[in-house]
């Protein structure tokens, strides 16, 4: 079983910026993929970003590009998300999620997901 702990969430305000981390435990070896959704209040979780591991690729959603970057620490099994200029319509709870079948796709199915990190922004 695999435990994903997240970490970085908060309270910013517009323009900022937060990095939001994520570290799974219970397993040593490396996910086929790993990845970021979010959930804000009313709304469908929905996919932000994600990253292959092996190789680096990243994938975002149209409305984070330019804006957020996924990156991962091999040696530490950790990924991260860069958040810069930070919108209100960002404010959501986090989740990590990974996968580690090669049936992984960047906005497909994933085996464990993390408890979420709430990101609040404010106007």
């Known amino acids: 079983q695999v435990q994903l702990v997240e970490s970085g969430g908060g309270l910013v305000q517009a323009g900022g910026s937060l990095r939001l981390s994520c570290a799974p435990s219970?397993?040593?070896?490396?996910?086929?993929?790993m990845g970021w959704f979010r959930q804000a209040p009313g709304k469908e979780r929905e996919f932000v970003a994600a990253i292959r591991w092996s190789g680096g690729s990243t994938y975002y959603e149209d409305s984070v590009k330019g804006r957020f970057s996924i990156s991962r620490d091999i040696a530490k099994n950790t990924v991260y998300l860069q958040m810069n200029s930070l919108k209100p319509e960002d404010t959501a709870v986090y989740y990590c999620?990974?996968?580690?079948?090669?049936?992984?796709?960047?906005?497909?199915?994933?085996?464990?997901w993390g408890q979420g990190t709430q990101v609040t922004v404010s106007s």
């Open positions: 999620t990974s996968h580690y079948k090669s049936s992984w796709s960047p906005r497909g199915f994933y085996d464990f």
């Open positions: 219970g397993r040593t070896f490396s996910p086929y993929g």
